[in-house]
């Protein structure tokens, strides 16, 4: 069973449009997150949810949007893309808020905004 | 603040002979490090961490990394290398204080290429 999943893998998509990505962890994980890799490769963090509430939000745009329904999902949903957004989104998740706490990667959502 | 810093973009080695992927952090308070690996079009790894214990770290795969306080450093060694260990390699710090705890913030990443 994959640990951490993300749909869809890739997306195509023109600009304006709203789109998002799922994200499921079957760890048993208190803590999920997003991450964007750009096109140079560089990771930065968007998000961290701690028992379905943000913890961090490190100064996105508001029109990206995450949900946690549940300890076992966080969902990103972006509102009016624009070019800038395309990127590899990965979703991750740790067992519990902490730094030295591995964090578990997902396969990575591939976002193309045309 | 925290940062890492990777200080080769890419690093070629041919098959069999040592491979050295230098990382320094800078960290406001006591670091946790990681190194994770990512071959193309996947995610991300986790190749070892360092939390405090002992500063010499063992991976997987062969990898080792050794953490020196004195020269804020935690480069990633193996032995030998082998062809499926061409890949991208980044190094990782973690906050471990202030109100980012447990932010991972991630090195540039370098380029390991294995030749024949």
């Known amino acids: 069973d994959t640990a951490v999943s993300q749909t869809p893998k890739y997306l195509v998509t023109q600009m304006g449009n709203d789109k998002s990505i799922k994200c499921e962890q079957n760890?048993?994980?208190?803590?999920m997150y997003w991450y964007k890799q750009d096109s140079k490769k560089f990771l930065k963090i968007m998000f961290s949810?701690?028992?379905?509430?943000?913890?961090i939000n490190e100064t996105v745009p508001n029109r990206f949007s995450p949900k946690s329904p549940d300890k076992a999902h966080l969902n990103l949903h972006i509102n009016s893309l624009e070019l800038g957004d395309s990127a590899v989104y990965f979703c991750?998740?740790?067992?519990?808020?902490?730094?030295?706490?591995?964090?578990?990667f997902g396969p990575g959502t591939r976002l193309t905004v045309l | 603040a925290q940062s890492v810093t990777q200080l080769d973009s890419h690093v070629s080695v041919s098959e069999g002979t040592p491979v050295l992927l230098r990382c320094n952090y800078s960290?406001?308070?006591?670091?946790?490090l990681f190194w994770y690996v990512q071959h193309p079009n996947k995610g991300l790894q986790l190749l070892l961490k360092?939390?405090?214990?002992?500063?010499l770290v063992k991976g997987i795969n062969g990898f080792e990394a050794e953490f020196k306080k004195s020269e804020t450093s935690f480069h990633l060694t193996k032995p030998s290398a082998h062809m499926s260990d061409a890949a991208e390699y980044f190094c990782?710090?973690?906050?471990?204080?202030?109100?980012?705890?447990?932010?991972?913030?991630f090195g540039q990443g370098t380029i390991l290429t294995v030749h024949p």
């Open positions: 991750a998740s740790s067992l519990r808020l902490a730094a030295n706490n591995e964090q578990f």
């Open positions: 760890l048993g994980h208190d803590t």
């Open positions: 949810y701690n028992n379905k509430e943000l913890i």
């Open positions: 960290s406001s308070y006591s670091p946790s």
């Open positions: 360092y939390t405090s214990a002992a500063t």
């Open positions: 990782v710090v973690s906050f471990a204080g202030g109100t980012s705890y447990g932010k991972l913030t």
